[in-house]
């Protein structure tokens, strides 16, 4: 039986990566989209000498500090998110679309007052010279094409605008699975809606393989955004091209599903976040349990971890103490 998925935004919050634990509520901070045609050639190696990349390091501390900034005096966690499991966008577009890249992914998980919260083991410090450029590229063309523009050489996620998304997971005949996530916003367009950015190295004609496309319309799903600004570059300069092609160009989402490798299906994949976020909830049924997992081909894995304080520190469960 098929799987389906509903969600529905419930607030916005911005971040500082020195401490995330301090965030603010609103959409007031978000970036604006700045169509800057005027950055066709730049060299987008600017300043990636001096970048590090401290947003791949983050946890869940930021959407905990958002559940305990809306928190309700005397309302069990639970019954306040109203879900079963907390996480990152990010986990969920790697999750759902793991069966067809064949990339491991581990992640632990630990429950608290009938909540699981989910944190994806990774290291973008540690990343391949190749991938770290790859996202520094994208991060200065978002960087050069957004309001306010940053005045920085070196482009940096020290800050980030958040969207809080409620959303559930639903098979007849099944359990359904309630997520409270948080998804990284680039910018919002004229109308208030999300925008997403990415960059190219090739022209974007040209390059619809199967694992860019699947996941960027992933990621795009699962936080609602149906824009995508795309940066074509020629090696690290935004590409130059004769006028009558643009190398900055804005595009539907569904432009990318219609482009897809048909291997692949939006449906495979929330079916297969299903059974991975099934095979965790079977497996975490009791409260202060901590598991580590790993994901392989849409295979399922688990081991035992003693990272359960280190996901969910007592700082956040003092707030709830029910």
């Known amino acids: 039986m098929s799987v389906s998925f509903k969600l529905a935004p419930v607030g916005d919050y911005w971040a500082n990566n020195e401490n995330r634990w301090n965030i603010e509520l609103g959409r007031h901070r978000h970036k604006q989209l700045l169509i800057n045609h005027a950055a066709i050639g730049m060299n987008l190696d600017e300043g990636y000498n001096n970048f590090e990349n401290e947003h791949g390091g983050e946890r ?23 879900a079963d499991i907390v996480c990152r966008r990010g986990l969920l577009r790697n999750l759902s679309i793991n069966k067809y890249t064949g990339h491991y992914i581990n992640f632990y998980a630990v429950r608290h007052r009938g909540v699981i919260f989910l944190c994806e083991d990774k290291d973008f410090g540690g990343a391949p010279d190749k991938l770290r450029r790859a996202m520094y590229h994208t991060l200065k063309f978002e960087n050069v094409m957004t309001v306010p523009q940053s005045r920085d050489i070196t482009a940096s996620r020290k800050e980030a605008t958040k969207m809080v998304i409620r959303g559930c997971l639903e098979k007849e005949g099944a359990e359904s699975i309630r997520l409270f996530y948080a998804a990284d916003i680039d910018c919002l367009d004229i109308y208030g809606s999300p925008v997403e950015f990415k960059s190219i190295s090739k022209p974007l004609e040209t390059g619809w393989d199967k694992n860019r496309t699947m996941a960027w319309y992933m990621q795009c799903f699962f936080a609602s955004v149906n824009t995508i600004v795309v940066g074509e570059r020629q090696r690290s300069r935004l590409r130059t091209v004769r006028h009558y092609r643009k190398s900055i160009k804005t595009m539907n989402v569904e432009a990318f599903y219609t482009h897809r490798n048909h291997s692949w299906t939006r449906e495979s994949c929330i079916e297969q ?21 790993s994901v392989i081909n849409g295979t399922n894995y688990l081991a035992t971890t003693q990272y359960g304080e280190y996901i969910v520190p007592q700082n956040f469960l003092r707030v709830f103490p029910f």
């Open 273 to 293: 976040l299903y059974g991975t976020l099934s095979f965790v909830k079977h497996h975490m049924s009791l409260d202060g349990m901590a598991l580590k997992f």
């Open 60 to 82: 869940i501390e930021s959407i905990l500090a958002y559940i305990m900034k809306t928190a309700r005096i005397g309302i069990p966690l639970k019954e306040m998110i109203e």
